[in-house]
């Protein structure tokens, strides 16, 4: 009966995944020999070496994958919940474990080993989430039945960013964002998000910029401009009445004209008038709201009213919030400041190594910039910037296109699912390797701040390959069981 239960499980197995996930380990594997390889070693299986000790991991993560497919699939439903509570547990008390490594509690020793629960949060998250939307009664409706999923993942979030100071891992917990969505949460959600971001930005990097008229700051007005927008167009979206957003448009306009003509005499307060100008519309969403008894316009008159004070509230959240190094990193993203022996020495280097390689790279084992440690984690957060420079453009985008098959075929997995629990996590496993390959590739581009998030299957370290290996193969194993069930 074992027998035939084992040969159910490797018949029912997606094998293309299992083949780009070998794919990927082996040449993030011959790409961290690479990134540490020195002209006096001789073999990829020295273990005093990065890749030799990247070697015993995988071969672990080979004996991890294999024991998670032997698991019956209904045992990750049942100890959901359980292993949920013990991994906060796990967290709350690895800052009172943990050594300090570059400013971060987040690893754990065990002996010459060092591990960091936070990579195998996110796959307990993953199914306990599963586990909770996949109810039968679960649906759905208001923003009430997305406060306990919420919690799910801001909770080990929070202890991971504020008592670890990991911001990077804490940070991939928003990847479940497009979980809610897929789920039925409205994208109303998600473009909070940007909104947020959005203003957050405008308001750091213009917020000193002094209008060259009247008073205030290009920041500010900006901000507020951009609330202005969203003000009229929720109203007239409500009411489906376009001759309304001219109307608002206009009376925007002529006010901010007439302010233009009085600044010629006196210097006009313009982050006053703008600001005046959205309590202005609230003030008339809600009325409008409560007339037409339509109280969703009041959910984006809050909104709005809680943008007016988080724009104002930016600058202290920069200034005394962030840390100092956090601040560095993102004037830097932004362009305030130039620090290129600093904060920006990274994205530097890495952008000079990728450009070295250009079109064919220039060779295995033959890049110069990694060879002669210019590019600091190299072969951790940084081990895209090893395969731009020794295997080129062409490399570069061949790894790019593995991994999009990869996550594609991760997708296809979840639409194929009739298990709604199985559904959820698949795609929560596919979103999180997806915003792992986004903001690593965009941290080492220059894109986006740098956070350390490590590079699926390619950056060293046991903690996030086990953790991928986690994630992946009970996905894997979930998948056949939806055959066998099917049988």
Same mark, same amino acid.
């Given at each position: 009966?074992?027998? !035939?239960?084992?040969?159910?499980?490797?018949?029912?197995?997606?094998?293309?995944?299992?083949?780009?996930?070998?794919?990927?380990?082996?040449?993030?594997?011959?790409?961290?020999?690479?990134?540490?390889?020195?002209?006096?070693?001789?073999?990829?299986?020295?273990?005093? +070496?990065?890749?030799?000790?990247?070697?015993?991991?995988?071969?672990?993560?080979?004996?991890?994958?294999?024991?998670?497919?032997?698991?019956?699939?209904?045992?990750?439903?049942?100890?959901?919940?359980?292993?949920?509570?013990?991994?906060?547990?796990?967290?709350?008390?690895?800052?009172?474990?943990?050594?300090?490594?570059?400013?971060?509690?987040?690893?754990?020793?065990?002996?010459?080993?060092?591990?960091?629960?936070?990579?195998?949060?996110? *796959?307990?998250?993953?199914?306990?989430?599963?586990?909770?939307?996949?109810?039968?009664?679960?649906?759905?409706?208001?923003?009430?039945?997305?406060?306990?999923?919420?919690?799910?993942?801001?909770?080990?979030?929070?202890?991971?960013?504020?008592?670890?100071?990991?911001?990077?891992?804490?940070?991939?917990?928003?990847?479940?964002?497009?979980?809610?969505?897929?789920?039925?949460?409205?994208?109303?959600?998600?473009?909070?998000?940007?909104?947020?971001?959005?203003?957050?930005?405008?308001?750091?990097?213009?917020?000193?910029? $002094?209008?060259?008229?009247?008073?205030?700051?290009?920041?500010?007005?900006? *901000?507020?401009?951009?609330?202005?927008?969203?003000?009229?167009?929720?109203?007239?979206?409500?009411?489906?009445?376009?001759?309304?957003?001219?109307?608002?448009?206009?009376?925007?306009?002529?006010?901010?004209?007439?302010?233009?003509?009085? +600044?010629?005499?006196?210097?006009?307060?313009? +982050?006053?008038?703008?600001?005046?100008?959205?309590?202005?519309?609230?003030?008339?969403?809600?009325?409008?709201?409560?007339?037409?008894?339509?109280?969703?316009?009041?959910?984006?008159?809050?909104?709005?009213?809680?943008?007016?004070?988080?724009?104002?509230? *930016?600058?202290?959240?920069?200034?005394?919030?962030?840390?100092?190094?956090?601040?560095?990193?993102?004037?830097?993203?932004?362009?305030?400041?130039?620090?290129?022996?600093?904060?920006?020495?990274?994205?530097?280097?890495?952008?000079?190594?990728?450009?070295?390689?250009?079109?064919?790279?220039?060779?295995?084992? +033959?890049?110069?910039?990694?060879?002669?440690?210019?590019?600091?984690?190299?072969?951790?957060?940084?081990?895209?910037?090893?395969?731009?420079?020794?295997?080129?453009?062409?490399?570069?985008?061949?790894?790019?296109?593995?991994?999009?098959?990869?996550?594609?075929?991760?997708?296809?997995?979840?639409?194929?699912?009739?298990?709604?629990?199985?559904?959820?996590?698949?795609?929560?496993?596919?979103?999180?390797?997806?915003?792992?390959?986004?903001?690593?590739?965009?941290?080492?581009?220059?894109?986006? $701040?740098?956070?350390?998030?490590?590079?699926?299957?390619?950056?060293?370290?046991? !903690?996030?390959?086990?953790?991928?290996?986690?994630?992946?193969?009970?996905?894997?194993?979930?998948?056949?069981?939806?055959?066998?069930?099917?049988?």
């Amino acid at each position: 009966m074992r027998a !035939s239960r084992s040969g159910n499980i490797l018949q029912h197995l997606d094998w293309t995944t299992i083949g780009l996930f070998l794919v990927l380990v082996l040449f993030g594997w011959l790409n961290i020999y690479g990134a540490s390889y020195t002209f006096d070693q001789t073999s990829i299986f020295d273990f005093s +070496n990065r890749a030799g000790k990247q070697f015993t991991w995988i071969i672990g993560s080979i004996v991890l994958a294999i024991v998670l497919l032997l698991i019956d699939y209904k045992t990750y439903d049942v100890l959901a919940y359980i292993a949920y509570g013990a991994m906060l547990l796990l967290l709350l008390a690895t800052p009172f474990l943990a050594h300090n490594i570059k400013g971060s509690m987040s690893w754990i020793s065990l002996g010459p080993v060092n591990l960091q629960p936070a990579e195998f949060a996110k *796959c307990i998250v993953a199914l306990t989430v599963a586990k909770y939307m996949g109810r039968y009664e679960y649906k759905i409706r208001t923003w009430r039945d997305l406060i306990v999923p919420f919690a799910i993942i801001g909770i080990p979030a929070m202890i991971i960013m504020i008592l670890q100071k990991e911001t990077g891992s804490a940070l991939v917990f928003a990847a479940f964002l497009l979980v809610f969505y897929r789920q039925g949460m409205s994208g109303y959600v998600l473009w909070v998000g940007v909104a947020a971001v959005a203003l957050f930005i405008l308001s750091i990097r213009l917020g000193a910029v $002094p209008l060259p008229l009247g008073t205030g700051s290009v920041g500010i007005l900006t *901000c507020m401009l951009l609330l202005t927008v969203i003000e009229i167009f929720f109203i007239c979206k409500e009411h489906r009445m376009r001759w309304q957003a001219l109307i608002m448009t206009g009376s925007v306009a002529v006010i901010y004209g007439i302010c233009l003509i009085v +600044n010629i005499w006196v210097r006009m307060p313009f +982050n006053l008038i703008s600001m005046g100008i959205v309590l202005a519309l609230v003030i008339y969403n809600i009325a409008i709201s409560i007339y037409w008894r339509k109280y969703r316009l009041l959910i984006v008159a809050a909104f709005t009213l809680f943008c007016i004070g988080y724009t104002h509230a *930016c600058d202290y959240v920069f200034t005394h919030v962030l840390h100092p190094h956090q601040r560095i990193r993102i004037e830097v993203l932004l362009g305030m400041k130039e620090d290129p022996a600093g904060a920006g020495y990274n994205v530097n280097q890495a952008r000079i190594a990728i450009g070295s390689g250009r079109f064919w790279g220039k060779g295995y084992l +033959n890049g110069t910039q990694t060879k002669l440690q210019f590019v600091p984690e190299q072969d951790t957060d940084f081990i895209f910037c090893t395969v731009g420079e020794e295997w080129g453009f062409v490399g570069s985008i061949g790894v790019l296109l593995v991994y999009l098959w990869f996550i594609l075929r991760l997708f296809v997995i979840a639409e194929r699912q009739r298990n709604v629990t199985t559904r959820i996590y698949a795609y929560a496993v596919g979103s999180i390797f997806l915003f792992h390959l986004m903001i690593n590739i965009g941290m080492v581009l220059g894109l986006l $701040p740098v956070i350390g998030i490590p590079l699926p299957f390619f950056s060293y370290g046991g !903690s996030s390959l086990w953790g991928f290996t986690l994630l992946l193969f009970i996905l894997l194993r979930l998948d056949a069981a939806r055959m066998e069930q099917l049988n």
